[in-house]
């Protein structure tokens, strides 16, 4: 069955250290989000992403996020200078189409990203 | 600005019972709503969702109620088992946007 996949698993960085999360979505899905939850909070939406672009970010998603599908089938998400508070577990997504018609997301299992 | 809204933050049931899972939205745009299941550390599972169009869809032990008027679905389990015990998160859907709500953490106890 086919699946979203993310790597890291989990990764441990400095504060003010650069990060990438990559992501591998379902091969024929044309949309792409990234999700955050901190322990014990929700899941958070951060992007879309579709047709090469950023369809919607949230408030979350500021000018130290970015996101980039660079070669057809990976889609990172890029976090330039993390701050403690970015310790998540940050989610990948993938749809085949938007919601209102077959919209289910089917999700990574997660990267976890600690700061210290 | 919680658009979805998961009002019981947990719930326990007994095995062989139902589970009714409650979520209530405010954003009358919204057109899908879907519930997954999260274990800890691991991302979540979708289950089972309905189109706004609809106000009742079933899969095996998993019901989902749609009532456009209140704004508000449920998810019933039926019977429960020990391995339905997960976070449940509702979320609602318009266009490029998935919105989650807080969790419900359901306890089957056997």
């Known amino acids: 069955e086919p699946e979203v996949t993310q790597t890291p698993s989990h990764q441990v960085t400095q504060m003010g250290q650069e990060v990438i999360l990559r992501c591998v979505p379902i091969?024929?899905?044309?949309?792409f989000y990234w999700y955050r939850q901190i322990l014990g909070q929700k899941v958070e939406f951060l992007v879309s992403?579709?047709?090469?672009?950023?369809?919607?970010k949230s408030e979350i998603f500021d000018d130290q996020f970015s996101v980039e599908r660079p070669d057809g089938s990976n889609f990172t998400l890029k976090i330039r200078s993390t701050k403690l508070e970015d310790s998540a577990m940050y989610f990948c997504?993938?749809?085949?189409?938007?919601?209102?018609?077959?919209?289910?997301?089917?999700f990574g299992e997660g990267s976890r990203l600690t700061v210290l | 600005d919680q658009q979805v809204k998961q009002n019981s933050p947990s719930l326990s049931v007994q095995e062989g019972r139902i589970s009714i899972l409650n979520c209530d939205y405010t954003?009358?745009?919204?057109?899908?709503f879907l519930w997954y299941k999260k274990y800890p550390a691991e991302g979540p599972t979708f289950l089972i969702s309905?189109?706004?169009?609809?106000d009742k869809n079933e899969d095996g032990r998993f019901t989902v109620f749609l009532n456009k008027s209140a704004k508000h679905l449920s998810l019933h389990i039926v019977p429960s088992q020990p391995g339905d015990s997960a976070v449940y998160f509702c979320?609602?859907?318009?266009?490029?946007?998935?919105?989650f709500g807080t969790g419900t953490r359901l306890k089957v106890l056997a």
């Open positions: 309905i189109s706004s169009i609809k």
């Open positions: 091969s024929n899905h044309l949309y």
């Open positions: 992403f579709y047709n090469n672009e950023i369809s919607e």
């Open positions: 979320a609602a859907a318009f266009l490029y946007k998935y919105i």
């Open positions: 997504a993938s749809s085949r189409l938007a919601g209102g018609y077959t919209g289910e997301l089917f």
């Open positions: 954003n009358s745009m919204f057109d899908y």
